[in-house]
């Protein structure tokens, strides 16, 4: 099992920067394909990025590519989403989420595990 704290929301302006962080527990941090999806008020869930285990393989939504970058540091137990360019419409809460499965990196159901979420505002 693995526990997931996310970190670094905050109010912006549009077109600053933010670097979310997300922290996970435990030792098997490597094992688990890592993704970063986002929530607006009354909408579903969205995939926002998704990373393999190793970090050398990455996939966007249309709507974040080339503005957003995921990362992970496995020695620290952590994945990143450095999110430039930030638009009105980039305004939800974010969450990470962790899955065994190297299949369906783009589905919310097909993670395992989810952290609370962090709350991004941007305004115009």
């Known amino acids: 099992q693995v526990q997931l704290v996310e970190s670094g929301g905050g109010l912006v302006q549009a077109g600053d920067s933010l670097r979310l962080s997300c922290a996970a527990s435990?030792?098997?941090?490597?094992?688990?394909?890592m993704g970063w999806f986002r929530q607006a008020p009354g909408k579903e869930r969205d995939f926002v990025a998704v990373?393999?285990?190793?970090?050398?393989?990455?996939l966007y939504a249309d709507s974040v590519k080339g503005r957003f970058t995921i990362s992970r540091d496995n020695a620290k137990n952590t994945m990143y989403l450095q999110m430039n360019s930030l638009k009105p419409e980039d305004t939800a809460v974010y969450y990470c989420?962790?899955?065994?499965?190297?299949?369906?990196?783009?589905?919310?159901?097909?993670?395992?595990?989810w952290g609370q979420g962090t709350q991004v505002t941007v305004s115009s």
């Open positions: 989420a962790a899955k065994f499965s190297t299949s369906g990196g783009t589905r919310p159901r097909s993670y395992d595990y």
């Open positions: 435990g030792r098997t941090f490597s094992s688990y394909v």
């Open positions: 990373i393999n285990r190793s970090g050398s393989s990455t």
